[in-house]
């Protein structure tokens, strides 16, 4: 895959986790007025939507925990307050696993894929469509984080 889109996949999760360091652990936790969930579910879907598009929808086992892809995918809310252990994996795997993707994209571990149109109307044929993807998926959900984040700084 392009040097270029890792990079910008990085720093968008990179961002991400800036937000939630210079977040308290309430604030990252709280739905505001005016939103269904907060910036650590925004947060822990981007990681278990990267999971699905990337490796389910490729018959390829998911390489993080099944809860937290059950957590976090699209059709859930915040049900919990998310404790600092969880929100340190969750920072972990965010970037772990855009590795060990990189990794599996160079040893040819996926080779098949069902096919899936997303919510934002993009049909996906091949991991690699998924790839090139998630990126706006991931960019998307941080500018909600980011908004959640500027409603709670005007109370």
Known sequence: ???????????????FIELIETSTIEEV??????FNNN?????GHIISSQQILCYKLANVAPVIEA??????????KPEKFIEAEEINILKDLALSTIDKLAEDLNNNVFVSY???????????KSTIEAVQFFPIH??????CASSIKKALNKK
């Not at 991931?138 to 500018?143: I, R």
């Open 1 to 15: 895959m392009e040097n270029t889109l890792f990079k910008t996949i990085i720093q968008t999760r990179k961002n």
């Open 29 to 34: 936790n709280e739905v505001p007025a005016g």
């Open 39 to 43: 910036i650590i579910w925004n947060f």
């Open 67 to 76: 809860q937290y892809i059950l957590d976090y995918q699209k059709g859930t």
């Open 114 to 124: 069902i096919v899936r149109t997303t919510s934002y109307g993009i049909e996906l």
């Open 138 to 143: 991931d960019a998307y959900h941080y500018g």
